[in-house]
T-cell receptor, first 111, second 114 residues
Framework: TQLLEQSPQFLSIQEGENLTVYCNSS?????LQWYRQEPGEGPVLLVT?????EVKKLKRLTFQFGDARKDSSLHITAAQPGDTGLYLC???????????FGTGTRLLVSP | DAGVIQSPRHEVTEMGQEVTLRCKPI?????LFWYRQTMMRGLELLIY????????DSGMPEDRFSAKMPNASFSTLKIQPSEPRDSAVYFC????????????FGQGTRLTVV
């Protein structure tokens, strides 16, 4: 069974602070996706990383895929209240196009 | 496109009753996924289909759960009989063929079994 562990599970910070969320597994994935989910809604894709070592930036969000394609990180610079939500990493099972989701990180950014 | 459409949004039922959740995927998508989300277990993949054919149902918790996809535009997840531990939010998602493609989620069905 493939498991994706995220840390931390909960994070409560002030507006303007920086943070990093980690997503770790012992399995290799063909791609790694990050989603954000808001209350009452389904997860929405933020980014997909495919190549080991790949770094992608989306405004204040920076995503990195580990060299061995087993882990990933999400860094947010100068967090804002609008960043509040549940962040989920998801690994794509090689050759099967099914996503295994991580345990999730619940982020609260206070003004 | 209207996105992935799930119904009902909320369902409250008594233990032992049959529950049917419905999903209409995005037109043209080849894959359909059913997930269950709880605080304790997170987002779990129950079953997924490719071109209406079930590919992997290893996540279906028990024989009480069944899923069908009679055509490309409709899928159901049925629980019979339902139990209180089935209470969760059930999501349907669809995606196109191809590695790394985005999964589009519906708004979910919040199921409460009392």
């Amino acid at each position: 069974t493939q498991l994706l562990e995220q840390s931390p599970q909960f994070l409560s910070i002030q507006e303007g602070e920086n943070l990093t969320v980690y997503c770790n597994s012992s399995s290799v994935f063909s791609s790694l996706q990050w989603y954000r989910q808001e209350p009452g809604e389904g997860p929405v894709l933020l980014v997909t990383v495919v190549t080991g070592g790949e770094v992608k930036k989306l405004k204040r969000l920076t995503f990195q895929f580990g060299d061995a394609r087993k882990d990933s990180s999400l860094h947010i610079t100068a967090a804002q209240p609008g960043d509040t939500g549940l962040y989920l990493c998801a690994g794509e099972d090689t050759g099967f196009q099914k996503l295994v989701f991580g345990t999730g990180t619940r982020l609260l950014v206070s003004p | 496109d209207a996105g992935v459409i799930q119904s009902p949004r909320h369902e409250v039922t008594e233990m032992g009753q049959e529950v049917t959740l419905r999903c209409k995927p995005i037109s043209g998508h080849d894959y359909l996924f059913w997930y269950r989300q709880t605080m304790m277990r997170g987002l779990e993949l129950l079953i997924y289909f490719n071109n209406n054919v079930p590919i992997d149902d290893s996540g279906m918790p028990e024989d009480r759960f069944s899923a069908k996809m009679p055509n490309a535009s409709f899928s159901t997840l049925k629980i019979q009989p339902s139990e209180p531990r089935d209470s969760a939010v059930y999501f349907c998602a669809s995606s196109r063929e191809g590695a790394g493609t985005e999964a589009f989620f519906g708004q979910g069905t919040r199921l409460t079994v009392v």
